[in-house]
């Protein structure tokens, strides 16, 4: 069964000049272990459609199937669990906690306690290796470069093993160089930890190193590889 399945997702907003159709009849599948890529012009409506995907926002219309369960028809604090376990989510700006150090902001989704146990200790030196940030664990996001904030986002987003991993222009505020960086290294976790993952980007270099590419248009969706 696809991880996750998008069907027919609508999404509309009243705007002053009237009604705005940000996603109109989107359906998507993914598969276990897949790295999906979006891509789109700006306003096309690709943050909306993955914000459904995850469960972060509603659509009006349409059903969303992840990991085997039909979020779109969970609600309130069902939802938010189902989700906090389900997904890892990568935003554009970090948005790292500024007050915590690196480490504190990575354990962050784990419940107190819960590195004690072995299994999230070892994900968690694995994923600080696989990021080269074990060197920056004790910084404040101030303090860090924003290839390194950005690395630090994707560590506290896979920490607790979500099972579909979603990121929205996660090197859109990098230059090439860290751009390509830590699209390498989702790359390699892809890999060495079948992560599926989920990923809007205008990179056309990340688009190519996709298992498959959607290319939103004006809210509409088509599967282009
Ligand atoms: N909260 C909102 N209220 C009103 N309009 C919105 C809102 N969020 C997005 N939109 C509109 O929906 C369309 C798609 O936006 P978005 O999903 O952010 O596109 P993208 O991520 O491809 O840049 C745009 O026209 C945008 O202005
Ligand atoms: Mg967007």
Redo the contacts with the bound molecule.
């Keep these: 069964m696809a991880i996750l399945e998008a069907t027919d997702i609508i999404?509309q907003?009243?705007?002053p000049d009237g009604v705005?159709?940000?996603?109109n009849r989107a359906s998507m599948k993914v598969e276990e272990g897949e790295f999906v890529a979006i891509t789109?012009?700006?306003?096309?409506?690709?943050?909306?459609?993955?914000?459904i995907c995850a469960g972060i926002d509603v659509a009006n219309a349409g059903s969303v199937m992840l990991g085997g369960k039909m979020i779109s028809s969970m609600h309130g604090d069902a939802l938010t669990k189902y989700r906090g376990k389900t997904v890892g989510f990568v935003f554009q700006s970090h948005k790292l906690i500024p007050y915590l150090t690196a480490y504190e902001n990575i354990i962050l989704p784990l419940n107190a306690g819960e590195l004690l146990r072995e299994k999230h200790e070892e994900r968690f030196n694995l994923l600080v290796d696989a990021l080269g940030i074990r060197n920056r664990l004790s910084h404040l996001p101030s303090e860090m470069s924003g290839g390194q904030q950005q690395r630090v986002a994707i560590a506290r987003a896979l920490i607790h093993y979500p099972r579909i991993l979603f990121a929205?222009?996660p090197t859109g505020n990098l230059d090439r160089r860290n751009a390509d960086e830590v699209i390498s290294l989702m790359i390699e976790l892809k890999n060495t930890l079948k992560q599926t993952m989920v990923v809007?980007t205008h990179d056309q270099k990340t688009a190519e190193r996709a298992d498959r590419v959607f290319v939103?248009n004006d809210?509409f969706l088509r599967e282009v590889k």
């Design positions: 999404k907003y009243r705007g705005v159709t940000a996603v789109g012009e700006s306003g096309s409506g690709k943050s909306t459609l993955i914000n929205d222009e809007v939103m809210g």
